[in-house]
């Protein structure tokens, strides 16, 4: 098939699929029976200045931002944050801060090489026996504050504590090294208080 024809059927596709690549359009060119070669077609698809163009990030808030309010209660606004660090052999290890922003209290430090989702859940579940429920909670989005554990930490408040089954490969000196490291880190948050 001549060149013009394949140029022609090209901008018809493009016009009608604007996010459509050249991989793409070749497929759609394949099925009428245009088939070339890879090269080729990349090389036509450029010089017709198809590419597509490329996604502006989203449009972030304008106006002035207010600052945040001190609290002036304890117990009235939390701040939760990760801090990271490493270990003279390369190794990383995270550490897990929950602060009372009125009186500038830690209540509790978690370092550990991994903290998951349902650890920061069993951490803030602590807190909240000690310090009672506070008013406001301050994070980033972490992706250990936006995890399935942290967002479902409600239905499971309402379903009752939940269990993790062990999948028989745990040995008995993990798992008591585990328990002990979990009270301890209960028995840490408990000091702070």
């Given at each position: 098939?001549a060149?013009?024809?394949?140029?022609?059927?090209?901008?018809?596709?493009?016009?009608?699929?604007?996010?459509?690549?050249?991989?793409?359009?070749?497929?759609?060119?394949?099925?009428?029976?245009?088939?070339?070669?890879?090269?080729?077609?990349?090389?036509?698809?450029?010089?017709?200045?198809?590419?597509?163009?490329?996604?502006?990030?989203?449009?972030?808030?304008?106006?002035?931002?207010?600052?945040?309010?001190?609290p002036?209660?304890?117990?009235?606004?939390?701040?939760?944050?990760f801090?990271?660090?490493t270990?003279?052999?390369?190794?990383?290890?995270?550490?897990?801060?929950?602060n009372?922003?009125?009186?500038?209290e830690?209540l509790?430090?978690?370092?550990?090489?991994?903290?998951?989702?349902?650890?920061?859940?069993?951490?803030?579940?602590a807190?909240?026996?000690?310090?009672?429920?506070?008013?406001?909670?301050v994070?980033?989005?972490?992706?250990?504050?936006?995890?399935?554990?942290?967002?479902?930490?409600?239905?499971a408040?309402?379903?009752?504590?939940?269990?993790?089954?062990?999948?028989?490969?745990?040995?008995?000196r993990?798992?008591?090294?585990?328990?002990?490291?979990?009270?301890?880190?209960?028995?840490?948050c408990?000091?702070?208080a």
């Amino acid at each position: 098939m001549a060149r013009p024809e394949i140029r022609e059927e090209m901008h018809k596709i493009a016009e009608k699929r604007r996010r459509f690549g050249c991989r793409r359009v070749g497929i759609l060119l394949e099925r009428k029976g245009m088939i070339m070669n890879e090269k080729k077609l990349y090389r036509i698809y450029r010089e017709e200045g198809l590419s597509v163009r490329r996604r502006r990030g989203r449009k972030r808030a304008r106006g002035s931002r207010s600052p945040m309010p001190m609290p002036l209660l304890p117990n009235q606004r939390w701040s939760l944050d990760f801090l990271s660090d490493t270990f003279g052999a390369c190794r990383k290890f995270r550490i897990l801060a929950v602060n009372d922003d009125c009186c500038r209290e830690n209540l509790a430090l978690i370092a550990d090489t991994s903290i998951s989702g349902a650890r920061v859940v069993c951490v803030l579940d602590a807190l909240l026996r000690i310090y009672g429920k506070p008013a406001c909670v301050v994070s980033d989005n972490g992706t250990e504050f936006t995890s399935k554990a942290i967002l479902n930490r409600r239905s499971a408040k309402r379903n009752g504590p939940t269990r993790t089954a062990s999948n028989g490969t745990t040995s008995t000196r993990a798992s008591r090294s585990r328990t002990a490291t979990s009270s301890l880190s209960t028995a840490a948050c408990a000091t702070n208080a």
